[in-house]
């Protein structure tokens, strides 16, 4: 296929889920079933476009060694495409801000990965929101056993959802991505608020919850503040390199002239501070607390944000930039940081997940757990581990929570068959019995669980899982670093209890005797919603065989199995690192590991071992109706913690939220606002109060009064001289006549006496 088309495609992958979002809000949303197959028919087309184009890069790759694809290694950029942007410095050198679209090897895997979860779960969507069935008139909230009245604006912004998360993997720099970024955390922002009328009246024993609304808000602000940091470190990035597309930037020609420039102190700050993103997009602690929230949205939001798109998106950004975090590791101790947090948040979440009794719950801090497994192998320079484990989590993850999202469907149904709408049909403490009410459900979400867990050779989570532990082994016993241990230790710990909590999960939903007439009358899903799991389990089980290790069963001849996607995934960052290998800002080149029985060991015994223990506690013996919980009396207070979540949502609480609504109450309400602003306003508002009033008086007393004497002094004048004003003309000669007699009498008196040459005398 030529490189114009491949192009040409690889640009339009996005577009058709972002067009269908403009479609149904312009012009379908109310034609709820044209809105609905409009989203399937955009994602489908991006899955057909996502295979054509990674499937165009698996026979290059194929087509030559595979065990050193020469062609992949010096050209791992297969397909590229960029427009320009935005005109930026000096005009007249034409500068422009480029933006633009790229595939490479790791880039191939995650369009295989993200179409598939994502068109599973639109696929699912329609029967999860009853399509079909009367319609509901309540907006904002569940309508149980009727068809969502909002199901075009769902689809919609799962199409909104979808077509970012797509645009954000075949982007070529980090402006794209960063765009990508965003869009998802509008859209997660939404949807988990999609229920936005929804509140609960919940009584002691009661799982807690917050109405979707503040969920959504709390999701919002949490990853806003590791946005913030995320967008100070790519400015950075920019003014550092030059540029933000990530094959100039991360070559190693750029890292080596970076290194002398700013030097590797810089280059950790910068890494950080761009891991700061994945922090709160992944749900890594400490901005870890709003994804298990966002449980309040649909269940297809649910396995959107955990498998196919948002938290997977924190996770891709770290790999993506992987030559730049390798370099950093090496030369500060950025290594410790992401390691820290990533087995950190991994054993944490592990912790609270067995004490949870919400059937997501237990699945979300499961997924806070698993992305640790990730962050944690990249602080240890793992780059092949952190990226296979990404795309097995996805795929076993989607299975889990659309199973589970099927689950709660059963138990709704039973709620509408007993008119019972005060049992939580999300607790596992009211299930019981399911395997043989759903069967399809409870088959495949025992695989997904499996895989999960790790069970030995046969699911995709146990050979990803087995590669964290190598390379922290590795780290450890090759390389002398505490930190592989730490983190080894951690990991094994997080994966033990990842197991019993799995099983314990599996117990308490399918085994054992109905609890409730809730799972007495429930029943299996629609087509819908159980074709999905058909599919996902397939992937659950067999994306992890494309990357058993090459010495696992080797002989002397050589090895029985080839690691593919340790060959396809490294060959894109395997020039640039062994060339940062001989300029020693790294320690390792991308290369096999040196075998080692420790971490299969491992794996197989944690897996084993904690499915073991979870049956014993919670399998054998099925937990009965109103049964306590069997760890509850064994952890006494501990138990507590756990179920309280460490008290992390309590901690901030009064930490951050509590001093910032006393700061903004107090200080600056009261004291800021109404003390300083408003003090000042009242002051200059009573000043010139005052000179106004005295302006008033004056114009009162001075002008007003002034001009009204005078007024009525003329008015006075006239009303005297009005009165020789008769209208009688007899009056009027009378009056005339005693003038000129008077006038008369004066002259004659005057003349008389002498005066007149006297009065002349003054005129002359």
């Not at 074709?531 to 990357?547: C, R």
Request: proline share 4%; hydrophobic share 50%; aromatic share 14%.
């Amino acid at each position: 296929m030529s490189q114009e088309t491949l192009q040409t495609l690889t640009w339009l992958i996005p577009a058709g889920p972002l067009l269908v979002f403009f479609l149904i809000v312009l012009f379908t949303r109310n034609n709820r079933t044209l809105s609905w197959v409009l989203a399937w028919a955009g994602v489908i087309g991006a899955l057909v476009l996502s295979w054509i184009v990674a499937f165009d890069l698996f026979g290059t790759f194929l087509s030559h060694d595979v065990s050193h694809p020469e062609e992949l290694i010096e050209h791992p950029v297969q397909v590229a495409s960029s427009i320009d942007w935005l005109p930026i410095g000096d005009f007249a050198n034409n500068t422009w801000l480029k933006i633009g679209v790229a595939v490479d090897p790791f880039t191939a895997v995650m369009l295989i990965m993200v179409s598939v979860a994502v068109t599973m779960i639109f696929i699912y969507s329609v029967g999860y929101h009853n399509y079909g069935k009367p319609r509901g008139t309540v907006l904002g909230s569940p309508n149980h056993g009727k068809e969502e009245p909002l199901i075009s604006r769902f689809f919609a912004l799962m199409s909104l959802f979808a077509g970012a998360m797509l645009l954000l993997v075949v982007s070529d720099n980090l402006l794209l991505l960063f765009i990508g970024w965003e869009i998802m955390g509008f859209c997660s922002y939404s949807l988990i608020g999609f229920w936005y009328s929804r509140e609960y009246h919940l009584e002691p024993g009661d799982i807690p919850h917050i109405s979707p609304r503040k969920a959504g808000i709390k999701a919002f602000m949490t990853t806003r503040v590791a946005d913030v940091v995320m967008l100070l470190g790519i400015v950075y990035f920019y003014s550092v390199f030059g540029t933000l597309n990530f094959s100039e930037a991360l070559s190693a020609g750029s890292l080596e002239h970076a290194y002398a420039e700013i030097g590797v102190g810089m280059l950790g700050v910068m890494a950080l501070l761009i891991f700061t993103g994945t922090v709160g997009k992944s749900a890594q602690w400490p901005l870890h607390t709003w994804l298990p929230d966002a449980m309040e949205g649909p269940t297809p939001v649910s396995a959107t944000i955990h498998a196919a798109a948002m938290v997977s998106a924190g996770v891709y950004l770290i790999v993506r930039i992987f030559p730049l975090i390798s370099v950093a590791i090496e030369g500060t101790g950025a290594g410790w940081v992401i390691a820290g947090i990533g087995a950190f948040t991994a054993l944490m979440a592990a912790t609270i997940a067995v004490a949870q009794n919400d059937v997501k719950g237990v699945l979300a801090y499961s997924t806070i757990s698993q992305l640790g497994f990730m962050v944690a192998a990249v602080g240890l320079g793992a780059y092949i581990a952190a990226a296979f484990h990404l795309i097995t989590h996805a795929f076993f993850k989607a299975l889990l929570f659309l199973a589970s999202g099927s689950v709660i469907h059963g138990m709704e149904h039973g709620a509408e068959h007993v008119h019972d709408h005060h049992t939580d049909p999300q607790d596992m403490r009211y299930m019981g019995g399911l395997r043989h009410k759903m069967p399809i459900t409870f088959w495949t979400f025992v695989i997904g669980g499996m895989s999960l867990s790790g069970l030995p050779l046969v699911t995709a989570g146990f050979w990803s899982k087995d590669e964290i532990f190598a390379d922290a082994w590795f780290v450890w016993t090759n390389d002398a670093k505490v930190l592989g241990l730490i983190v080894f230790v951690m990991l094994a710990l997080a994966a033990f209890l990842t197991a019993f909590y799995t099983m314990r999960q599996l117990s308490m939903t399918f085994l054992g005797k109905p609890r409730t007439p809730l799972a007495e009358h429930a029943h299996e899903s629609n087509g819908f919603m159980t074709f999905p799991l058909v599919i996902l389990s397939i992937f659950a089980v067999a994306a992890g065989w494309v990357g058993i290790p090459d010495n696992f069963l080797g002989t002397e001849n050589g090895s029985v199995f080839v690691n593919l996607y340790h060959h396809f995934v490294g060959a894109t960052i395997e020039e640039p690192i062994a060339e940062l290998y001989e300029l020693h800002l790294v320690a390792h080149k991308i290369e096999t590991l040196p075998w080692s029985w420790v971490p299969l060991i491992t794996s197989v015994v944690v897996a084993l071992g904690g499915l073991l223990v979870g049956y014993l506690i919670y399998g054998r013996k099925p937990l009965e109706k109103e049964q306590q919980d069997p760890l509850i009396r064994p952890l006494g207070p501990l138990h507590s913690f756990l179920q309280n979540k460490w008290y992390w949502d309590e901690l901030y609480h009064l930490v951050f939220i509590r001093p910032t609504v006393y700061f903004s109450e107090v200080i600056v309400f009261e004291v800021m606002d109404k003390g300083i602003i408003d003090g000042i306003l009242h002051l200059v508002a009573r000043v010139f109060y005052g000179i106004g009033e005295y302006a008033r008086r004056f114009e009162l007393t001075v002008v007003s009064g002034g001009v009204d004497w005078v007024k009525d002094q003329f008015l006075a004048m006239t009303k005297e001289v009005r009165q020789l004003q008769t209208g009688k003309v007899q009056e009027y000669v009378l009056v005339s006549g005693l003038i000129a007699a008077a006038l008369a009498f004066m002259i004659i008196f005057l003349i008389n006496f002498g005066w007149s040459e006297q009065i002349m005398s003054w005129f002359q």
